[in-house]
């Protein structure tokens, strides 16, 4: 793994270099694990004129969902508390001789950038810009990898639950059992906060759950994913308790599965981003439901839940191959409930099988 890292920072320094940067600052906690390995609790990393350095506010705990450094980059832990370890970094690359320091200034406070330039007077900041964020785009194989393990995991989690007694329960208790059993199969942590919604909440996009009971007849929504090595995926499915669904629930549920299936289909290399979010909302539009619609059907997941690219009405770029990204349209109808189907996807060209669906649970409307 560390050749790997090293691989990502010899291309991030050759694009710094013909900018005429001598030395780039990373801040960003997923750019400095995309690049380290580990990111610990404000953490940077300075690919500098002589060597690459971590500096860390605190010594590093081994805490797995804080990563693992790579061989060749040298941890260096601030002797004083309450130190900024950006600041340190900037001084280490004046002192290393840098004439000219990259940094995220999309990620740093305006405090952040001052005291850096305090810290260092002879050396110019220039900005990085998302310089690592359009690098993390595309993902390797041992990113997709771990991609494919969070999945396995996240639908692991939702199967076991679905195989229990859910009526009377919160959305409250089903949520904490669900990151319980992420754990227990390996994740690191959720992915981001579990979303449980019954009855009327249901359908709702990050609905955070209440102490609301699930009852006979209610729509259940569910919104998980697991975090594994720092990569999260992302599962949405919905169901009926206990009853055979009603007409209209089975409407709304065909509905949204349509719209789903639509931009699934339309995943490939070389597509306009805004096709795919149009190719789902159109059929949700038809039916009556746009103004209710989210502002994406969709977007890039990775080290971070909600990465590039995005797929939304207005999102600009094409997609390339071995970009992993979600697909999840969703109808909510107010006082009644709503329907949310949510795959995490790894686009493929046609003559490699189409997209990869990595979250495999059915999206059968399922009677619980």
């Known amino acids: ?11 991030l320094r050759d694009r710094g270099a013909a ?60 002797p004083a508390r309450g130190g900024d370890p950006a600041v340190a970094a900037a ?22 950038h001052r005291a850096m330039a305090q810290a260092a007077p002879r050396i110019r900041l220039a900005d990085l810009a998302c310089a690592v964020e359009a690098q993390r785009l595309v993902k390797d194989d041992d990113e997709i990898a771990c991609l494919r393990i969070a999945a396995e995991i996240s639908d692991q989690a939702l199967g076991e639950l679905l195989e229990s007694i859910l009526v009377g329960r919160t959305e409250r208790h089903l949520a904490l059992e669900l990151e319980r059993r992420l754990v227990d199969h390996g994740a690191d942590g959720p992915a981001f906060p579990t979303s449980v919604a019954t009855g009327p909440n249901s359908g709702r996009a990050g609905h ?8 006979e007849g209610d729509f259940l929504t569910v919104n998980l994913g697991a975090n594994y090595r720092g990569y999260r995926c992302e599962i949405g499915r919905t169901f009926v308790i206990g009853t055979t669904p009603a007409d209209w629930q089975i409407e709304l ?38 103004e209710g619609l989210g502002p994406w059907t969709g977007h890039g997941v990775g080290l971070e839940i909600d990465e590039d690219p995005q797929l939304s009405p207005g999102a600009m770029g094409k997609l390339d191959a071995c970009v992993p990204v979600t697909v999840e349209p969703g109808v909510h109808i107010p006082g009644r409930g709503g329907v949310r189907i949510d795959d995490t996807l790894v686009v493929r060209p046609e003559a490699d099988g189409g997209p990869e669906l990595l979250t495999i649970t059915t999206k059968e409307l399922l009677a619980l």
């Not at 509905?255 to 795919?276: D, N, S």
């Open 1 to 11: 793994m560390s050749e790997l890292y090293a691989v990502r920072r010899a291309r």
């Open 19 to 78: 900018a005429g940067n001598t030395a780039a600052l990373i801040s960003r906690p997923a750019n400095v694990r995309y690049l380290a390995g580990c990111t610990p609790p404000g953490a940077a990393l300075l690919l500098g004129p002589v060597e690459d350095v971590l500096l860390c506010g605190r010594p590093l705990t081994g805490d797995p969902t804080e990563g693992h450094p790579a061989d060749d980059v040298r941890v260096s832990v601030l």
């Open 91 to 112: 001084d280490l690359a004046a002192r290393e001789g840098a004439e000219i320091l990259a940094v995220e200034e999309h990620h740093l406070t305006v405090t952040r």
């Open 208 to 215: 955070l759950p209440t102490d609301r009971r699930v009852e």
């Open 253 to 290: 549920y065909d509905l949204v599965f349509a719209a789903q299936k639509a931009g699934r289909e339309a995943l490939a290399p070389g597509v306009e981003c805004h096709e795919v979010d149009r190719m789902a909302r159109q059929i949700l539009e038809t039916a009556g439901h746009g």
